[in-house]
């Protein structure tokens, strides 16, 4: 208790209703894949406007912790050398079961996040999985 004197939490009301926006393709949901099959690499990719940039930067670092909460044990962000305004997020969780279940994490209070990504980029992200295959020795 006396050390939540000094290390209180912050006042916010989160809205942690489920938001299902996360839709999988038909041949993916429908993946005979075995869930504990692992581990999975997402990559996203944007493609971002030059003077929109630094906002896009801004927005998508909020994924990091999304990502962190719902599963994933590394995530990144990375600038395509050759073609400045193409952008790659990427995030690994241990499973194909456990990326399965990020899609069903999602919260409202995700939503604001989401927004601002969107709104920073041309078109729509486009998004890859990618699982390691068993090797056989």
Do not use: C
């Not at 429908?30 to 690499?41: D, Q, R």
């Not at 050398?81 to 919260?107: C, D, I, N, V, Y």
């Not at 969107?118 to 020795?137: A, C």
């Amino acid at each position: 208790m006396i050390l939540g004197l000094f290390f209180a939490l912050p006042d916010v009301d989160s809205d942690v209703t489920p938001w299902i926006h996360w839709k999988l393709s038909a041949d993916l949901s429908e993946s005979p894949t075995n869930l504990s099959a692992g581990p999975v690499l997402v990559t996203v990719e944007y493609d971002v406007a030059p003077e929109q940039v630094d906002k896009f930067l801004h927005a998508v670092r909020g994924y990091s912790r999304i990502r962190r909460r719902d599963g994933a044990y590394r995530w990144g962000i990375f600038q395509d050398m050759e073609k400045p305004g193409l952008f790659l997020e990427t995030f690994l969780t241990a499973s194909w079961g456990e990326h399965l279940r990020q899609h069903a994490r999602a919260t409202q209070a995700d939503r604001a996040i989401e927004e601002a990504v969107l709104n920073s980029i041309l078109g729509s992200p486009r998004v890859s999985h990618l699982i390691s295959p068993k090797i056989h020795r």
